[in-house]
């Protein structure tokens, strides 16, 4: 599976996130790019038997554009893009622990940060809200 794939173009039912990437010297920004978005979906460091079953490419996270940032050397914004299908429907927790839970203690790259993320209408129309309704919440 290759995960940098800049002529992917986004959909409106797909997680978008900007990650400022600092890699480590040697790696080009590409590379870390793809591997963010990897390490965030279905990427992994050793074989698992169920690789088999289904098609990865449905669910994998793509990095679809790599922009240096001015006035900063060797740091660049990694655009990702995760399909819907990735997530679990109505988990916040789910979510972030996707997109930024394993990825920032990797080793291609120097420094991360979630810069910015956009959330989908398909995706947020899946939470409940409050048990009593938004107006029992707000006079609280």
Not at 97 to 119: M, Y
Request: net charge negative; aromatic share 12%.
């Amino acid at each position: 599976l290759t995960y940098y794939t800049p002529e992917y173009e986004t959909k409106d039912t797909d997680i978008l996130a900007a990650f400022r990437v600092t890699p480590q010297p040697g790696v080009p920004p590409e590379e870390a790019g793809a591997a963010v978005a990897a390490e965030s979906s279905t990427g992994t460091w050793t074989t698992v038997w169920t690789d088999g079953l289904t098609s990865l490419d449905r669910y994998k996270g793509r990095c679809y554009g790599i922009e240096p940032v001015p006035g900063e050397e060797s740091q660049f914004i990694a655009y990702v893009a995760y399909p819907l299908d990735l997530f679990e429907e109505g988990s916040v927790t789910n979510m972030f622990t996707s997109i930024v839970g394993n990825v920032f203690g990797f080793k291609a790259l120097r420094a991360l940060r979630l810069e910015d993320l956009r959330i989908p209408i398909a995706y947020v129309k899946t939470f409940q809200g409050p048990p009593h309704g938004i107006q029992v919440e707000r006079d609280k």
